[in-house]
């Protein structure tokens, strides 16, 4: 188990299969070493360009002027 989190802090872009090969164990060995026992988890940002149509904006801003200020009804 040191040696994976030695490793994943060295380096954290690599894969559950990258820590497993270097570390010379299993991928599920691997897996579960780091969710389980060190209760780490995967994260991965993607920026996905969006267009909305005209109504989907207007039903986006009445929602969110919703949320933000909800009127008693």
Do not use: H, W
């Not at 209760?39 to 002027?65: G, N």
């Amino acid at each position: 188990m040191a040696r994976v989190q030695e490793n994943i802090r060295a380096e954290q872009c690599l894969t559950i299969g990258e820590v497993a090969e270097e570390v010379r164990i299993a991928l599920g060995t691997s897996q579960n070493i780091l969710t389980e026992d060190l209760r780490m988890r995967c994260v991965t940002a993607k920026f996905v360009p969006r267009l909305l149509m005209a109504e989907q904006k207007d039903d986006y801003e009445s929602i969110c002027t919703e949320l933000r200020d909800p009127s008693p009804k």
